[in-house]
């Protein structure tokens, strides 16, 4: 086991499809506002409902493509998901008024939701059981790059052609790939499908772990939220939370509170550098299954992040708290996807990899929302020192109590 191959080819094709679908998403994300500000005149309440369509049909569609994930067979849902992903690329080209653009948009977000559950599961089963741990860590890099990436070649290729058509083409393209990587995974053949046994074998398991169709289970809570990984998921909430606030006001209080017209890039790009570094350091300890050190790490490095960002409110805590963030996150998210899928049996992965997303997604929009209220009766800085709080009271609930709980409860 300990020579087992982490870059299969099957497993090189899931990071790379990976990277393929965040790349199409990151590349129009930044230009959508401007695109129905000028195209369609729309205001910005308009552009933010148009917008925010997207994200509350990802947050829908998760719960339920965990349990379609885990019911069916993994390669077809994964293939159906992305083919949806792809062909609404074209809709954007197509929508001739703002309403069918928004319908699109909305629309949109289910495949999108519904494929990242349904490729980071498949890139569990791809992986082998001694690598696991490793392999998921490196996974989240292909997302952290396009993250990285993509936003500025948008940025580059408007400037040059100023064409938003490019721009949807473009992604069309990338999606297509992706599809088509995807499509390639292979599943060998095993003695026991030979002979149609309803024994799984070793390879089985890893490349099918779904039941036979005879055995769909019943619906009923645990099939679209593992019960098992609440306290992760609490966790998980509290992290998101913290970055939604983050993510959409740092602009705002770069302004009003550091008197700083630019930057924001700089402090993504820095994040971005952060998760890059912190994914290629922490994959020893992961190798070595050391997940509640590099989650007690994440935790604690991130709580330092928040802290530094508003407590020196300066250039210095400004940029050193974006290397921080990326550094913690990129210790958390592959730990505590470890740490989930380790509390689920075979069968329950994409519900595990779901109720991880879906925590995240609720804590961003939680995020937005009360970050909002805040910052308008208190001010950007009260914000901020509530999501340093948060953060902190996230750290305190992983050493008192979700630490134990998953070393308790574990079943690998």
């Known amino acids: 086991m300990k020579h087992e191959r982490l870059w299969n080819a099957n497993y090189c094709r899931v990071m790379a499809a990976n990277f393929a679908l965040f790349f199409a998403f990151y590349l129009l994300t930044p230009l ?17 409902l148009v917008l925010s369509g997207y994200t ?5 569609s998760r719960p339920f493509s965990g349990y379609l994930v885990d019911t069916y067979p993994r390669k077809r849902v994964l293939m159906v998901c992305f083919a949806l992903f792809f062909i609404f690329f074209g809709g954007y080209i197509g929508a001739s008024t703002l309403f069918l653009f928004a319908i699109v948009r909305t629309l949109h977000g289910a495949p999108f939701g519904a494929l990242t559950v349904a490729n980071s599961t498949m890139a569990i089963d791809v992986l082998p059981s001694s690598r696991r741990n490793e392999g998921i860590g490196y996974y989240g890099l292909s997302n952290n790059l396009a993250m990285a990436i993509a936003p500025s070649v948008s940025v580059l290729l408007y400037r040059a052609t100023g064409s938003f058509d490019l721009l949807f083409w473009l992604s069309l393209i990338i999606a297509g790939a992706g599809m088509c990587v995807d499509a390639g995974i292979k599943k060998p053949a095993s003695k026991s499908e030979a002979v149609s046994s309803h024994i799984p074998s070793a390879a089985a398991v890893t490349l099918r772990p779904s039941p036979p169709k005879s055995k769909i289970p019943h619906l009923s809570l645990d099939r679209f939220f593992l019960v098992r990984g609440w306290p992760l998921a609490v966790n998980m909430m509290f992290c998101g939370f913290c970055f939604g606030v983050l993510s959409n006001y740092i602009a705002i209080y770069g302004k009003e509170v550091l008197g700083r017209e630019g930057g924001t890039g700089i402090y993504f790009t820095l994040v971005s550098v952060g998760l890059i570094a912190s994914r290629l350091q922490g994959a020893k300890a992961l190798r070595e299954g050391r997940l509640t050190l590099n989650a007690a790490e994440g935790m604690v490095i991130s709580t330092a992040a928040y802290l530094l960002f508003v407590a020196m409110p300066n250039d210095v805590g400004y940029y050193v708290s974006a290397l921080l963030l990326g550094l913690g996150n990129g210790h958390l998210w592959p730990a505590f996807q470890n740490m989930i899928i380790e509390l689920a049996h075979h069968n329950e992965r994409g519900t595990a990899n779901s109720t991880l997303l879906v925590a995240w997604d609720v804590g961003i929009g939680l995020g937005v929302l009360l970050g909002g209220v805040v910052a308008e009766h208190s001010g950007y800085t009260a914000a901020f020192w509530a999501v340093a709080a948060s953060q902190c009271i996230a750290t305190a609930m992983f050493f008192a109590f979700t630490r134990q709980h998953f070393i308790s409860c574990r079943i690998r």
């Open 56 to 60: 509350l049909t990802a947050l829908f």
């Open 32 to 48: 959508l506002p401007l695109y129905l500000s000028e195209h369609f005149g729309a205001t910005k309440d308009v552009i933010g």
